[in-house]
């Protein structure tokens, strides 16, 4: 397991469902040339693009983050037993690890007190519920969930215009309003602050372009500043290709200017990137390679 971080009196733990899994560049890529696959191998490796298939690497993973007294889940990744005729790769999954890895952190879902979800795509909330007596029922049964009042809202409205299958592959149908029907959920702005005190701060922070109300969580304290990236970034060759495009981004053109705005931060402020689909550099810091990034 990754070790945790610690940012001042916060800290943050890796909480991983896949730790590796290899995935064809069409998952995230519409394009992306052999040239660049090329370039980027001598300082990626097998483990992160596979040189006979050319294979991604890639990991689906959430974040705690312990401070002030809260235990705060950002994402919950794919869940168990979900109906994804849409999405072949999360269909039916099962057996991963993510309870187990959540209770090897001292966790039991009862004592996560914060569900923020960076964005409401099916990977990233498929854990908000279990399947108990044919019910779909909400896993963190304390937990305030915050969703981002304007994706939620533009999603509901897809939801009832055009099926449950339609929106987010089934996951807003199964693991999105099961939480609100509890009420449990609790609808914010993108830049909502869930902590300000002593201890240190941790909000959300518009990120735009991945979906329509995309966010990341900033943590700043004790002269330490570290950022859950959510979706912004997907696999390091967008350290070196900042402005390649995720097929599945909602405005490409945002997106690449969230992406690049967030990693030049990190590399001239030292803040930290915590970007839950790279294996090994799940938790990172980010420097300057020429007009490009590089981890580590």
Known sequence: MTAPLRVGGLTIDVLTEI????????????????????RNMSWLGPRFIEPRARTLGLAFQAYILRAGGLTILVDS????GKHRPTAPWQHDLRAT?????????????????????THLHCDH??????????????????????????EFDH????????????????????SVLPVVEAGLAEFVDEDHRLLADDT??????????HSLGHCCVRLRAGGTEAIVAGDALHHPIQLDLPDLPMR?????????????????????TGAWLCAGHIPDWSIAQVRRF???????
């Open 200 to 209: 240190g701060e941790i909000a959300l922070v518009p990120a735009p372009g």
């Open 290 to 296: 020429e007009d490009r990034f590089r981890m580590g």
């Open 155 to 174: 999603f509901r409205l897809r939801y009832e215009r055009e099926g449950a299958a339609a929106v987010s592959h089934g996951a807003f149908a199964d």
């Open 97 to 117: 690890d993510f309870l187990s890895n959540l209770a090897r952190l001292g966790l039991r879902c009862e004592d996560i007190d914060i569900v923020v979800c």
């Open 77 to 80: 990744c794919n869940g168990e």
């Open 248 to 268: 599945a981004d909602h405005d490409s053109g945002l997106a690449v200017a969230t992406r690049r705005s967030l990693l030049a931060h990190c590399a001239d």
């Open 125 to 150: 909330v498929g854990w908000h519920t279990r399947l108990r007596g044919g019910r779909w029922e909400p896993t963190f049964p304390r937990a305030r969930h915050l969703f981002g009042r304007r």
């Open 19 to 38: 730790a590796h899994r290899y995935m064809p560049v069409s998952f995230l890529f519409n394009d992306l040339p052999e040239p660049d696959i090329a």
